[in-house]
């Protein structure tokens, strides 16, 4: 039994597993070679010990190897001593008869389960155990008749020696195999959980939202860098780890709305969202219970802190479009019809213009250029409000400006300024509409007139370049410049910074850029002037088709 007991306090340590077959290979070897030391010899040279349980039993554990160690050690013990032919005769017929038997019978030993190993085990010893008693109660019958009754009695001793050893050995070792096994699963197991544990934790560090997991008593298992931002803490050199252990009701201690979620959650009744507002942040508190499938109730509790303070203002922006969508359609519808009487008032002023006196024909001319203006205003208003479709043509932005030049210069010389051309040798064409170009160029150049003053020799600049797969618009002015806190106002509709001015201007040149694929920038220098500068993306369609100039 003693191999059993030392394999007990071998199989403890789990790395050993693999070498089980080398132990029992020495375990089993010390052990038959104990039996062969510690045998009783009788008067007539027969031995009477254990020696094919280690055998046997060490053969059916260790597999292969051990039934080749086994045999070695048992024929080299055996052999010396054998004293007489009866002996060897014995012998080889053990060892031709059961060495055979034992290599057929490991390998379903070892697979079987443990009824079954206890039947093939006990089934073995029992033909050893007869072919034992056969040759020693022919010993007896030899040499010693008189002695056959305790002889026998010594048979039945041995017998029941080799039941319990045999039991116990099997009971012990799928004992301690058994618990081998659970002791395995017990750590891999512990080992999933380990790493469940820091996939959750990456997962809950990687997401923008603040997350806080609590335990059934309120404390901290899991939290991220968000929600320790949200909370107030201060991490002052700590760990977000350091924070777990800690109750909900310290952590959230200026934060009355999520100790009152949690306190709900831990409950396990359903808790629903709250909306949290907090300076100018505005956070979406979700809490909610996490519950034990076969206990029912709940083990722990869980808080997402979700900023929505971009959300909320998306919301408010897309109302506020919504509702400037409806004033605009009306608005548009309105001043459609506005423009049909406007129209006649305007032909009648002007029939009345060429009768009236000369001292009169000041006035006529005021009110034919409000009325103009007005209609100039309804013009942009409707072009801003309705998102049409406009058709264009592939051209070249070059013909467009230099159509628009002469216009443009009139308008500078009334002002005593100048205008400067900077244009590329060569861009590539665009697909274009010259009317909304045309009104594009127009509106910004003549800003950047105004900005400039009348009468001044100051120098306006057109001019054109490729960067990449685009085309940069120029319009550059020496004016005052336009201070930051206008600039980031400049494409509102109806924002304006002139006395007479509509607010219409840039927006409507925002919008036809967009219809063209392109953006405005601005960049100003108090004092030193402004740069419009449109970007125009070159259509795949014609960025293969060469340049023009």
Not at 340 to 355: D, K, S, T, W, Y
Request: proline share 4%; charged share 20%; glycine share 8%.
């Amino acid at each position: 039994m003693l191999p059993i007991f030392v394999y007990q306090l071998w199989m403890y340590r789990i790395n050993h597993e693999r070498k089980s077959a080398a132990y029992f290979c020495a375990a089993y070897g010390l052990s038959l070679a104990g039996c062969f030391a510690l045998s009783i010899r009788t008067e007539y040279g027969f031995d009477l010990d254990l020696r094919l349980l280690p055998l046997f039993l060490g053969s059916l554990y260790g597999g292969y190897p051990a039934v080749a160690v086994l045999s070695v050690i048992y024929g080299s013990l055996q052999i010396p001593i054998l004293d007489s032919p009866y002996e060897t005769t014995s012998f080889i017929l053990f060892i031709g008869l059961f060495i055979p038997v034992i290599l057929l019978t490991v390998r379903p030993f070892q697979r079987a389960r443990m009824k079954d190993k206890l039947r093939i085990a006990f089934t073995l010893m029992a033909l050893a155990f007869l072919y034992y008693a056969g040759t020693y109660i022919g010993y007896l019958r030899t040499y010693d008749p008189d002695g056959l009754s305790s002889g026998l009695a010594t048979l039945a001793g041995i017998a029941c020696i080799y039941v319990i050893v045999t039991a116990m050995t099997l009971y012990t070792i799928s004992s301690i195999v058994e618990h081998h096994q659970l002791q395995i699963q017990l750590r891999r197991m512990s080992s999933n959980y380990r790493n469940e544990v820091h996939k959750l934790q990456q997962f809950v560090d990687q997401m923008s939202m603040g997350t806080v997991i609590v335990d059934r008593d309120g404390r901290l298992s899991h939290l991220n860098d968000a929600a320790i931002r949200f909370s107030g803490q201060a991490m002052k050199g700590r760990d977000k780890l350091e924070f777990a252990g800690i109750s909900y009701e310290s952590f959230f201690r200026d934060h009355d709305s999520c100790r009152s979620l949690f306190d709900s959650a831990l409950d396990g009744t359903p808790v629903p969202s709250q909306i949290h507002q907090e300076s100018e942040r505005v956070y979406l508190l979700t809490a909610f219970p996490i519950l034990d499938l076969q206990a029912g109730d709940a083990p722990g509790a869980a808080m997402m802190i979700q900023d929505i303070s971009e959300l909320n203002q998306l919301r408010n922006e897309l109302s506020k479009m919504e509702r400037l969508s409806l004033v605009g359609q009306m608005a548009a519808s309105i001043t459609h019809e506005i423009r049909n009487p406007m129209a006649v008032i305007r032909g009648f002023v002007q029939l009345m213009r060429e009768r009236s006196p000369d001292s009169q024909q000041e006035y006529f001319r005021i009110i034919i250029e409000e009325l103009d203006r007005a209609n100039s205003i309804i013009n942009d208003f409707l072009s801003l409000a309705q998102n049409r479709v406009i058709a264009k043509e592939v051209g070249s932005l070059h013909h467009v400006i230099n159509e628009l030049l002469p216009l443009l210069w009139a308008d500078a010389n009334l002002r005593g300024q100048s205008i400067e051309l900077d244009f590329a040798e060569t861009i590539p064409p665009l697909e274009l509409n010259d009317k909304e170009i045309k009104q594009l160029i127009l509106n910004l150049a003549r800003n950047g007139m105004e900005a400039m003053g009348e009468k001044g020799v100051l120098t306006q600049t057109l001019s054109t370049r490729q960067s990449g797969s685009n085309i940069e618009l120029r319009v550059e002015d020496t004016g005052e410049g336009i201070p930051e806190d206008k600039r980031e106002r400049l494409f509102e509709p109806f924002y304006t910074t002139k006395a007479r001015g509509t607010g219409l201007g840039l927006p409507l040149c925002l919008s036809i850029a967009e219809r063209h694929n392109g953006r405005i920038e601005v960049h100003s220098v108090p004092g030193q002037g402004t740069s419009f500068i449109i970007t125009f993306e070159i259509p795949e369609s014609v960025h293969s088709g060469g340049a023009t100039a």
